[in-house]
């Protein structure tokens, strides 16, 4: 299983989180990352080195170097050390043509595309794309507590199936409202191959062993 942690522009320390995901990386199978604002990026990525998480962007722009002011370049992020980005987040929407634009210059520069939908038709028209994964999230769930894997089973296995109709080399993850490692469990249960998650690391009092807990299970 894939954990994602979204740090969002949550006021948490973005590199105790990432210390934190790097100490627990180290005692599971599971893939862990840490996606903090942009800004934050480098400083994570420093405090990842030469463990086994890894560092993620949360948006990044369909744009080339050159005249984009204010945007998300993937080369910037791939330098800053970013394996991967997140795209179309329900926080940070883009239109169709954006989002391909986007997973194209992701593509550019090897960062792995994760690209956020809201249902399952969403994310296997994101699919079509040529993502990596999507991440199928019910934005009424999100930040809430409540799991998607417990509160609405259905939006994750019909993801599944739809993803794979389209394209069955594309993972498929779901979040909003996860935050145990039995959430990841009846989420792996499921059929997805990963889990998004923010606020139940970036809010907790103790991101380790909020960490610890969702990959104790697996
Ligand atoms: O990117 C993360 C998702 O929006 C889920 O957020 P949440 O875990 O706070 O519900």
Do not use: W
Request: charged letters at 20%; hydrophobic letters at 45%; glycine letters at 8%.
């Amino acid at each position: 299983m894939f954990v994602l942690v979204n740090l969002k522009t949550y006021p948490c320390d973005p590199v105790a989180v990432a210390e934190a995901a790097a100490d627990v990386a180290a005692d599971t199978e599971a893939r862990i990352a840490v996606a903090p604002e942009a800004a934050d990026l480098r400083a994570v990525t420093d405090a990842l080195a030469g463990s086994d998480a890894e560092p993620f962007a949360q948006h990044v722009d369909p744009v080339p170097p050159g005249s984009s002011t204010g945007h998300a370049l993937a080369e910037t992020l791939a330098d800053a050390g970013a394996v991967g980005t997140l795209c179309n987040h329900s926080e940070r929407r883009l239109r169709l043509d954006r989002i391909d634009g986007a997973v194209d210059a992701a593509d550019r520069t090897g960062l792995e595309t994760v690209v956020c939908g809201n249902t399952p038709t969403q994310v296997a028209a994101a699919a079509a794309l040529g993502p990596d994964a999507v991440a199928v999230e019910p934005p009424e769930l999100i930040g809430t507590g409540t799991p998607v894997s417990a509160a609405d089973p259905d939006i994750v296995e019909d993801a599944v199936a739809a993803v794979a109709a389209v394209d069955p080399d594309v993972d498929v993850f779901c979040g909003a409202g996860i935050s145990t490692g039995d959430d990841v469990v009846a989420a792996r249960e499921l059929g997805a191959e990963g889990v998004l998650l923010a606020s139940g690391v970036a809010k907790a009092d103790d991101p380790r062993a909020a960490l610890t807990d969702l990959v104790e299970p697996l």
